[in-house]
């Protein structure tokens, strides 16, 4: 089984929802993850309102890459109003048949032959576990999903589908500036069921918006950047990398600089007072 990387790379900004990029510029950024030691490529049916699985898939074949050498995601289940599906509205699909079509969909685009790693994007009020359980197993049982996972899901979510498939994986938001999953027992229960996490938007809102969190971090990491001869983005990353959950970043970028620089953070031992000043930085209290 192919391993997933410690650093993985996230393509909803590759496409129509973010750079545009073309074939040869796809083609590059996938050699350019795949030198630099991240195999693992992050996708979801709705990105680019369903079209940016289709052109990395185009990529993906045109460089002729073995298809054990990487590690691919997706996610299935939002419905989502765009060119290619004219929909009311936004909603979500859990049902056996749209899982199902859903992750052959996914496959067939990314001219993947199957997924490593299949992921429920959001939790529905409406799932029913024994359609979601049943669309696994078939997806499993026919090679097409090596493992499956969940995305945005609170314990009690995980623990009403665990009963009947196994999950690996769950996806979600954490970063230093969004942080309360850290903290209302999400990961104390991701650790004791031994489900692994990946996180989302890893620098969170801090290049984003300049509000006084931003400049309240700035301010540790002006000091720390000298401290351990780091970028602010590194140390973003070391922060939530240096959380005993072993939490592996799903990073945005497709600049080869950054993608760079978010590898070298793996060596970022952060010490616990520094952790914890960028914690403080980012609460806008100290701790009790
Ligand atoms: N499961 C879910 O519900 C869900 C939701 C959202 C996203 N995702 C996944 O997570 C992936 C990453 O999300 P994200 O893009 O929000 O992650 P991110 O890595 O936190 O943010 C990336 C953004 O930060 C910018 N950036 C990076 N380093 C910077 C720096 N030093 N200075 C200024 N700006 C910098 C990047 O700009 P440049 O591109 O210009 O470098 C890019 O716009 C997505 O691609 C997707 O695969 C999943």
């Not at 890459?65 to 996610?75: A, C, H, L, P, Y």
């Not at 996180?199 to 720390?224: M, Q």
Request: with cysteine.
């Amino acid at each position: 089984m192919t391993k997933i990387s410690n650093i993985i790379s996230g393509t909803m900004g590759w496409g129509s929802w973010g750079h545009n990029l073309n074939l040869k510029e796809m083609e590059n950024l996938i050699i350019t993850c795949l030198e630099l030691g991240i195999n693992t490529f992050d996708h979801a049916d709705i990105y680019g309102g369903y079209t940016t699985e289709t052109d990395f898939g185009k990529a993906f074949i045109n460089l002729g890459i073995n298809r054990s050498d990487v590690f691919f995601i997706s996610k299935c289940g939002i419905q989502y109003p765009s060119k290619k599906r004219k929909l009311e509205i936004k909603y979500y699909d859990y049902s056996k048949e749209y899982i199902i079509k859903s992750a052959e969909t996914s496959i067939k685009n990314l001219n993947a032959d199957y997924l490593d790693l299949l992921l429920l994007h959001r939790p529905s009020p409406l799932m029913n576990e024994d359609e979601i359980s049943s669309a696994i197993d078939y997806l499993k049982k026919q090679g097409k999903i090596k493992a499956f996972g969940v995305s945005n899901f609170q314990f009690s979510q995980i623990e009403l589908l665990k009963t009947n498939c196994e999950i690996k994986w769950n996806q979600i938001e954490f970063s230093l500036t969004n942080n309360e999953l850290a903290f209302n027992g999400l990961f104390d229960y991701l650790m004791k069921s031994k489900i692994k996490a990946m996180a989302w938007s890893p620098l969170g809102s801090y290049f984003k918006l300049k509000d006084v969190k931003s400049k309240r971090i700035e301010r540790v990491l002006k000091l720390l950047k000298k401290k351990y001869d780091a970028s602010e983005d590194q140390l973003l990353l070391s922060w939530i990398m240096n959380h005993p959950l072993n939490i592996l970043p799903v990073i945005g970028t497709t600049k080869k600089e950054r993608i760079k620089a978010a590898i070298e953070s793996l060596n970022i031992n952060l010490d616990k007072s520094d952790w914890f000043s960028l914690l403080v930085a980012s609460q806008g209290y100290k701790v009790p």
